[in-house]
């Protein structure tokens, strides 16, 4: 009988997420109701310097057409279970302020949104990194996504994630995004990459509309559904389709678990949850463990600190999965009949 911390949430074999660059109103008409369908949160990629705002930033294509969502826009949308990101505090060069890009930023919007923010997203062109890099850390964020077009592994350098765009129809992309996005038509969607690898895919997008302004970047509510039922059919019950905060927290707690056995019976067996520390920011302190068990058994239970777990996320004849919420020292106990 063998217990071990799962990969990913609920046993999903790979993770999916997608995230909206500078979070633009125009997503509560065109992509929220898709991702209610869909049962699939959000994540907000905010400039922090312009909440509620038209959107001015003199290199991009959305600038003066575009409203980015008020703070309180957006605390909706978290209390449906989506996220925000920092995206900086201007849109600009990270290098000439990274003070107020990188530190204030994520103030302004902790403030703005009643709660800690852990995720940044570079603006612009990646290369814009190397020095601020140093201030990341230090600020307090837990990880850095880059848009450079990998499918992140299950096990991850968090100051280092990628993000990539799920094509799910032939001519996309009409445009490459910039280096190194110049591909073509993916078949395969990446999606199947994520499940070979047992990785995590963080979907890039920016504005969805009917009528998109950046081909190459955006969607149409069209695309979108496309690429969600994408997801839940390459997924088939093993995706997990979060928010990337959640992936983010579980694989902090993942690395910081152990399970240790401690009782062998006749009717019952039992590890002990070891958890080191993790990150105070860490806001989901779940874990999911699946026990593979050497021969099938009648009514299989789950006892954690001698209370059943209420239901299994899996179970079939050799293995049930199960996803609690963890702390350190916790017995964790199988009994059957
Ligand atoms: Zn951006």
């Known amino acids: 009988m063998n217990a071990q911390i799962c990969t990913w949430k609920y046993g999903c074999k790979f993770a999916y997420s997608i995230t909206y660059d500078e979070a633009f109103e125009d997503l509560?008409?065109?992509?929220?109701?898709?991702?209610?369908?869909?049962?699939?949160?959000?994540?907000?990629?905010?400039v922090a310097g312009q909440l509620g705002q038209v959107r001015h930033v003199p290199s991009s294509s959305y600038s003066g057409k575009c409203r980015h969502l008020s703070g309180a826009q957006m605390r909706e949308l978290i209390v449906e279970g989506w996220s925000v990101g920092d995206h900086s505090m201007t849109h600009g060069d990270l290098n000439v302020n990274p003070i107020a890009e990188v530190l204030e930023s994520k103030r302004v919007l902790e403030n703005a949104l009643g709660q800690a923010v852990?995720?940044?997203?570079?603006?612009?062109a990646d290369f814009s990194f190397a020095p601020?890099?140093?201030?990341?850390?230090?600020?307090?964020?837990?990880a850095v996504f880059f848009a450079d077009d990998r499918v992140n592994s299950n096990d991850p350098d968090l100051f280092g994630l990628s993000r990539t765009l799920v094509y799910v129809r032939a001519g996309q992309p009409e445009f490459p995004l910039y280096d190194p996005f110049p591909r073509v038509y993916d078949p395969?969607?990446?999606?199947?990459?994520?499940?070979?690898?047992?990785?995590?895919?963080?979907?890039?997008t920016h504005l969805v509309s009917p009528e998109p302004i950046a081909l190459?970047?955006?969607?149409?509510?069209?695309?979108?559904?496309?690429?969600?039922?994408c997801v839940r059919r390459v997924g088939g019950g093993w995706e997990w389709a979060t928010e990337p905060e959640q992936v983010i927290d579980y694989i902090l707690m993942r690395r910081a678990a152990t399970l240790t056995p401690i009782e062998w019976g006749d009717k019952h067996s039992a590890w002990q949850l070891k958890l080191a520390d993790v990150p105070t920011p860490v806001k989901s302190r779940e874990l999911s463990a699946t026990l593979e068990l050497s021969a099938p058994i009648s009514n299989p239970s789950i006892w954690i600190d001698r209370?059943?777990?209420a239901k299994f996320d899996r179970q079939d004849d050799r293995n049930v999965t199960w996803t609690w919420l963890a702390r350190d020292?916790?017995?964790i106990e199988l009994r059957w009949q």
């Open 118 to 124: 852990n995720v940044f997203h570079l603006p612009g």
């Open 216 to 229: 190459w970047k955006d969607a149409t509510p069209e695309i979108l559904d496309a690429r969600f039922n």
């Open 329 to 331: 020292g916790q017995r």
């Open 188 to 204: 395969y969607h990446r999606l199947h990459e994520a499940l070979d690898c047992g990785g995590w895919i963080v979907d890039l």
């Open 28 to 46: 509560l008409a065109h992509a929220l109701p898709i991702h209610r369908r869909y049962n699939i949160p959000g994540h907000l990629v905010a």
């Open 132 to 142: 601020a890099a140093r201030y990341f850390e230090s600020a307090g964020f837990l």
């Open 307 to 309: 209370q059943p777990v």
